[in-house]
């Protein structure tokens, strides 16, 4: 039986999940900012690989009024991916915030992935080091830097991902889209340019 999995995205208004979400499903990116609504359903099913995984995708509301909604979301997800925008430090510092409510609805039996967006900006305040260093002390599955403008390391995000999933105890993953939206299946070819892509093997989860 084909194993389905779930992941939320998480982070302050603006650190660009929806756009990390655009980018991996229609490798497109639009800088007009159109917050989200409550809880997206423009989740997808894909398959990452030739592997027999299939990932939804979760896309939520940053802004402070939605945040009740959030973790009845979180409760039935099996990846928790939380962003923060590497040019806004109250985004990172709100990252531990984000972890707690993961842990409060979640437990243990959650992949926790710490994501630094708008890699492509000059005016960086948080630094790489700083990210590594907090999802290391959260107890984050790895951390990785990304740009949903130009693609960078969006590919590498979930097939690191999609490496962990399968170690991952799944007890509820078959239910977990059930009852939802039909979705459209993708294909999502995660074959990366090494040149233009983090090494893999060299980081730290
Ligand atoms: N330069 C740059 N801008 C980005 C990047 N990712 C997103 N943005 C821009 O940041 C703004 C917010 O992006 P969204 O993806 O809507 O952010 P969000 O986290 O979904 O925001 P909420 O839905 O309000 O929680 C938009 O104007 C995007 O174009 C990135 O990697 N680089
Ligand atoms: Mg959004």
Same mark, same amino acid.
């Given at each position: 039986?084909?194993?389905?999995?779930?992941?939320?995205?998480?982070?302050?208004? $603006?650190?660009?999940?929806?756009?990390?979400?655009?980018?991996?499903?229609?490798? &497109?990116?639009? %800088?007009?900012?159109?917050? &989200?609504? $409550?809880?997206?359903?423009?989740?997808?099913?894909?398959?990452?690989?030739?592997?027999?995984?299939?990932?939804?995708?979760?896309?939520?509301?940053?802004?402070?009024?939605?945040? %009740?909604?959030? #973790?009845?979301?979180?409760?039935? %997800?099996?990846?928790?991916?939380?962003?923060?925008?590497?040019?806004?430090?109250? %985004?990172?510092?709100?990252?531990?915030?984000?972890?707690?409510?993961?842990?409060?609805?979640?437990?243990?039996?959650?992949?926790?992935?710490?994501?630094?967006?708008?890699?492509?900006?000059?005016?960086?305040?948080?630094?790489?080091?700083?990210?590594? &260093?907090?999802?290391?002390?959260?107890?984050?599955?790895?951390?990785?830097?990304? =740009?949903?403008?130009?693609?960078?390391?969006?590919?590498?995000?979930?097939?690191?991902?999609?490496?962990?999933?399968?170690?991952?105890?799944?007890?509820?993953?078959?239910?977990?889209?059930?009852?939802? #939206?039909?979705?459209?299946?993708?294909?999502?070819?995660? =074959?990366?340019?090494?040149?233009?892509?983090?090494?893999?093997?060299?980081?730290?989860?």
């Amino acid at each position: 039986m084909l194993t389905k999995y779930k992941i939320v995205f998480l982070g302050d208004q $603006g650190v660009g999940k929806t756009s990390l979400i655009t980018r991996i499903m229609y490798d &497109t990116f639009d %800088s007009h900012y159109a917050a &989200t609504i $409550g809880i997206d359903f423009l989740s997808k099913t894909m398959y990452l690989d030739d592997k027999t995984i299939r990932l939804q995708l979760w896309d939520t509301a940053g802004q402070e009024r939605f945040r %009740s909604l959030i #973790p009845s979301y979180i409760r039935d %997800s099996n990846v928790a991916i939380i962003v923060y925008d590497i040019t806004n430090k109250e %985004s990172f510092n709100d990252v531990t915030k984000w972890f707690n409510v993961v842990k409060e609805e979640r437990g243990s039996n959650v992949l926790v992935v710490l994501v630094g967006n708008k890699s492509d900006l000059d005016n960086k305040t948080i630094t790489n080091e700083e990210g590594e &260093t907090l999802a290391k002390k959260l107890g984050c599955n790895f951390f990785i830097e990304t =740009s949903s403008k130009n693609g960078y390391n969006v590919k590498n995000l979930f097939k690191k991902i999609g490496k962990l999933l399968p170690e991952l105890q799944n007890e509820n993953a078959d239910e977990a889209l059930d009852g939802k #939206p039909k979705d459209t299946v993708q294909m999502i070819d995660v =074959s990366v340019n090494q040149q233009n892509q983090e090494n893999l093997d060299s980081c730290q989860c």
